[in-house]
């Protein structure tokens, strides 16, 4: 998986400019202050090229954040050193799997966005990414996750799009055609990625798959329900229950 978001990262910022980070973040912050309010520290499990630990660090929190791609670490600390020194000295990135990595450190809160739990194609990797946050976790501390919805999935079957977007460098065409295998819960979501670089008009092709699993609520209890005490579900930037109309939720849990 992480040859996939090496790729990745070259264009993921470029992606993802338009995307709510602000906003997203104020919302799981939102959670933290409500759930666990004396919470500073916070582990991001799959923090990508750092924009939610940047937000969050510029509300005054501590955040370690550990991905798998090398490369979207690069561009993480790239972002760090050109934050003011305050909210920099509040940052820390490592290379690690969710599934395994220890800190050896413990945190307030865990977090892990971006649907970096429905990469967790198989059970044992499920199984093994909730004994990580609990790993980091005292008792009482939160673990926030978001995930693909499967009751909204199934209701909303995926289907091809196709994103053009660029800079002052480069063009990006991206397709993505999504395959369901409902047997496993999962989608397949092949892109072709098509880049062009603007000074000389080379364009580079890409093909990445994505492995996504779509979960359901009780599906995800027999997970955690010896480690966590469910704190809630929503629909996700909503204070509304999951419905089938919000493909991403997120899940709250406290540690036992």
């Known amino acids: 998986m992480s040859q996939v978001f090496d790729s990745y990262a070259r264009y993921y910022d470029l992606l993802y400019r338009d995307k709510d980070y602000a906003g997203e973040s104020e919302y799981i912050a939102g959670h933290i202050r409500k759930q666990a309010p004396q919470a500073k520290r916070i ?12 937000h969050l660090a510029r509300m005054g929190y501590t955040v370690h954040g550990v991905d798998m791609s090398e490369a979207m670490l690069a561009r993480a600390e790239v972002r760090k050193a050109n934050l003011p020194k305050d909210v920099a000295a509040r940052l820390s990135f490592a ?16 977090i892990s966005l971006f649907h970096v739990m429905s990469y967790q194609t198989r059970n044992v990797d499920l199984e093994a990414t909730f004994k990580t946050a609990s790993f980091h976790l005292q008792p009482g501390g939160l673990f926030l996750f978001d995930f693909w919805y499967g009751p909204a999935v199934l209701t909303q079957r995926p289907e091809v799009r196709v994103r053009c977007l660029e800079d002052g460098e480069i063009k990006v065409t991206r397709i993505a055609e999504p395959v369901m295998h409902v047997n496993e819960n999962i989608v397949s979501v092949n892109y072709t990625m098509f880049i062009e670089v603007k000074a000389t008009g080379q364009i580079e092709q890409i093909k990445e798959n994505h492995q996504m699993r779509y979960l359901f609520l009780p599906e995800l209890q027999c997970y955690y329900t010896d480690k966590f005490l469910e704190c809630g579900s929503y629909a996700w930037m909503t204070d509304e229950q999951p419905n089938a109309e919000v493909w991403a939720s997120i899940q709250s849990l406290v540690s036992a």
């Open 43 to 54: 582990l991001e499990l799959g923090c990508g090229t750092g924009t939610h630990a940047e």
């Open 95 to 110: 290379l690690g799997d969710v599934r395994t990595v220890r800190t050896g450190a413990t945190y307030d809160t865990v």
